[in-house]
Nanobody
Framework: QVQLVESGGGLVQAGGSLRLSCAAS????????MGWFRQAPGKEREFVAA????????YYADSVKGRFTISRDNAKNTVYLQMNSLKPEDTAVYYC?????????????????WGQGTQVTVSS
């Protein structure tokens, strides 16, 4: 059974940094794309960043490009989202997700497994 467990969320001032972690278990993820999504109150879940587990190709939403970095640690089966220069509009619940796809995918519907989410709050 696939499990994705996020951690690392919290409260931070604008301009600060946080690193989210997603511990993945339950299968070999070499044929998967791992993604981070976020959902603010009253808004739809939106794509943030994704990485191919094999090869490490990355893709970012325009709103976070240059500020966020997605990476993975194969030995720990963990995906990270380093978030720098945080803005109040980055406030949301952040979700880790896994898609059975060798191509980077960015839509919610393409992802097969989801974590429980972790809250990120950026104060102004």
């Amino acid at each position: 059974q696939v499990q994705l467990v996020e951690s690392g969320g919290g409260l931070v001032q604008a301009g600060g940094s946080l690193r989210l972690s997603c511990a993945a278990s339950g299968r070999t993820f070499s044929s998967y794309t791992m993604g981070w999504f976020r959902q603010a109150p009253g808004k739809e879940r939106e794509f943030v960043a994704a990485i191919r587990w094999s090869g490490g190709t990355t893709y970012y939403a325009d709103s976070v490009k240059g500020r966020f970095t997605i990476s993975r640690d194969n030995a720990k089966n963990t995906v990270y989202l380093q978030m720098n220069s945080l803005k109040p509009e980055d406030t949301a619940v952040y979700y880790c997700a896994a898609a059975y796809s060798i191509r980077v995918v960015t839509t919610v519907e393409r992802y097969d497994y989801w974590g429980q989410g972790t809250q990120v709050t950026v104060s102004s």
